[in-house]
């Protein structure tokens, strides 16, 4: 989790970067504060003739001139102050942009890493969106925070020092009833932006509900066309579009008239001081030069003040936006199984035994009760079992994907808590019903970034009967698949997910529906190709087509979670009608 007093430590562990920043703006704020009281001096000492020490200090380093020369030298010093200024300025703001920079992308990181080991129960439950626009926009709102805050806060508060020093030695009564009125601005914006921070959020809920409905939209497309359904989704899009609407225009119109009307407040108390500075040049010694000085700083002070104020309102976005990503952070982890011993690397077929193995997903009822089967080592186990009755939900289990919610998974006899979730996932190989592709390469789709030699590829291909297919591609081995794998057909990809299998060169070979949308003949060939491949492992198969069952040593019933029978193929044939 992140608090503001963590990511502050994590700006002080910048510490030479930060201290060169601060100093930097030190620098600045010094070369800026006397600017102003450059130009309305000449005022006093050369058009009113009333020579004093700046005229002096000009004439010491310079000599005497006309009125023309010492403006031209004045202006050549303002101009050269406000360049130190400027130049200072952005050198701090780099250093403080890179400081922000680097613990916006630690906090990116470190939700990803979070994320990684998220359980699967949990991350079902997440719309890419919502997560998405948590890495992306939130993570912008801190950093904006972060950059303005470190960067301007420092400043501003030294500006306001500094500026709050020269006035009261130019005229301490002007300078206490200017900087008295001036907290009440302040004051008065950050009432606003608490008003306004409510608005935000809501318009943030609208934006993360609107994202995650156009992403899901975009994604099921083919789908929704297919069952006529464009007007239904893309009108909920649309009805979101204006809910999105509404709440930013309230937001956006009311946060500018926050931002305008705390500016009112500046500006009224800006003529007002004028008028102060004017009535106590006619009722006091206050020269003419010194209260334009004054008007001056009166400018001066406008930017930190609104700088102040802003800090404030990106900071009341930051508050929520990282209480959003927080939330990410309380996403439960998978189980970390310590990885004591590898009984896959023990022996080369490995057999499965489940003891009293219960499962749930989340609060709902039990989905796998009290399942206690073994699963023989090197032979072809077939899981059948009517729709529903937990086949797939039994292979997540064994693959690593979920743990029991109560029993024990052994693997040559070694508990799976024993062996760990990563050396399970390692070695047993789930093939799904419905690969979905990286839109990358045919050969990143099979390799998933491990390098693997030329010859290895095409055995893999040749076997899933899928190599003469990737052979008539416009690239080979090199061509795009599409979203999802969209430019192949679901048989293509069902037998690139099993030549990438092949390539994993797992012990256990799960296969869920893996073949059912190859046509008869080619599963046939398929099989036929895998049969020394699968008899040097364990495998389990799911199916409903009985041809695909055929080859299974043993069968496996599933009914309502539970093992109610186990026979062989010939029996299950010969009581397919009771059954
Ligand atoms: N991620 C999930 N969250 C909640 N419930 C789930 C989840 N996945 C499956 N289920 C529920 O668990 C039960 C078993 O589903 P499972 O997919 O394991 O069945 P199956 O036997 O493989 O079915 P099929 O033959 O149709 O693929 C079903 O009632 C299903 O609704």
Redesign the pocket.
């Known amino acids: 989790m992140y608090s503001w007093q963590r990511i502050f430590k994590s700006v002080l562990a910048h510490k030479k970067l930060f201290i060169i920043a601060q100093i930097l703006a030190l620098l600045a704020v010094l070369a800026s504060v006397p600017t102003p009281l450059l130009m309305p001096l000449l005022v006093d000492e050369v058009l009113l003739h009333k020579p004093g020490k700046l005229l002096a200090f000009i004439q010491e380093l310079f000599g005497s001139g006309s009125p023309l020369f010492y403006t031209l030298i004045v202006l050549a010093m303002t101009l050269l102050l406000r360049g130190i200024y400027i130049g200072l300025g952005i050198l701090q703001s780099k250093i403080f942009h890179t400081i922000s920079k680097n613990i916006t992308a630690q906090i990116r990181q470190d939700v990803l890493a979070h994320l990684q080991k998220v359980s699967m129960s949990e991350y ?1 439950m997440l719309g890419s969106g919502k997560v998405a626009s948590r890495l992306v926009s939130d993570i912008n709102t801190i950093d904006l925070f972060l950059s303005s805050s470190i960067s301007k806060l420092l400043v501003s508060v030294l500006t306001l020092a500094g500026v709050s020093i020269v006035l009261l030695l130019i005229h301490w009564q002007l300078a206490l009833f200017i900087l008295i009125l001036n907290p009440f601005v302040v004051f008065f914006s950050s009432r606003l932006a608490k008003k306004v921070s409510k608005l935000k959020k809501e318009e943030n809920r609208a934006i993360e509900i609107f994202q995650n409905s156009l992403v899901e939209t975009l994604e099921l497309f083919e789908q929704i066309r297919a069952a006529n359904k464009e007007e239904y989704f893309f009108g909920r899009l649309m009805q979101l579009i204006k809910d999105l609407k509404n709440r930013s225009i309230a937001f956006s119109y009311k946060n500018d008239a926050g931002v305008r009307l705390s500016f009112l407040v500046f500006l009224s108390g800006f003529e007002l001081f004028r008028a102060a500075g004017i009535i106590t040049v006619a009722y006091s010694d206050l020269s003419i030069g010194l209260m334009m000085a004054i008007f001056g700083y009166l400018w001066v002070m406008m930017t930190p003040i609104q700088d102040i104020i802003n800090i404030q309102y990106a900071k009341r976005s930051a508050d929520m936006a990282l209480q959003r990503i927080n939330k990410l952070f309380t996403l439960q982890k998978e189980p970390e199984f310590p990885a004591l011993k590898n009984p896959f690397a023990m022996s080369e077929k490995v057999s499965i035994t489940l003891e009293h193995v219960w499962f749930n ?2 609060e ?1 009822k039990p ?1 796998l009760k009290d399942i206690t089967t073994t699963i023989a080592a090197g032979k072809i186990t077939a899981l059948v ?1 009517a ?7 039994l292979s997540r289990l064994l693959v690593g994907l979920y743990v029991p919610t109560k029993g024990d998974i052994f693997y040559n006899g070694v508990s799976m808590q024993e062996i760990g979730l990563k050396t399970i996932r390692q070695n047993v190989a789930l093939v799904l019903q419905t690969p979905i592709l990286f839109n990358d390469t045919v050969r990143f789709n099979l390799t998933l970034g491990k390098e693997y030699p030329e010859d290895k590829i095409k055995e893999a291909l040749q076997m899933a009967q899928i190599y003469k297919v990737i052979e008539m591609l416009p690239q080979g081995l090199d061509t795009v698949v599409g979203k999802g794998g969209a430019r192949l057909s679901g048989g293509e990809r069902q037998r690139i997910a099993i030549a990438r299998m092949i390539l994993q060169d797992p012990k256990v070979v799960i296969l869920d ?1 893996s073949t059912s949308a190859i046509d008869m003949e080619t599963e046939k060939l398929l099989f036929c190709a895998l049969k020394d491949f699968l008899r040097k492992r364990t495998t389990i198969l799911i199916a409903h087509r009985p041809s695909t069952i055929e080859e299974a040593d043993i069968l496996l019933f ?1 009914k309502d979670g539970q093992i109610v029978k186990k026979s062989r193929f010939e029996e299950y044939k010969r009581n397919f009608c009771i059954l």
């Open positions: 079902e997903y989340g709902k989905v079992g729709s529903g009755s937990g086949k797939t939900t529906e599933l």
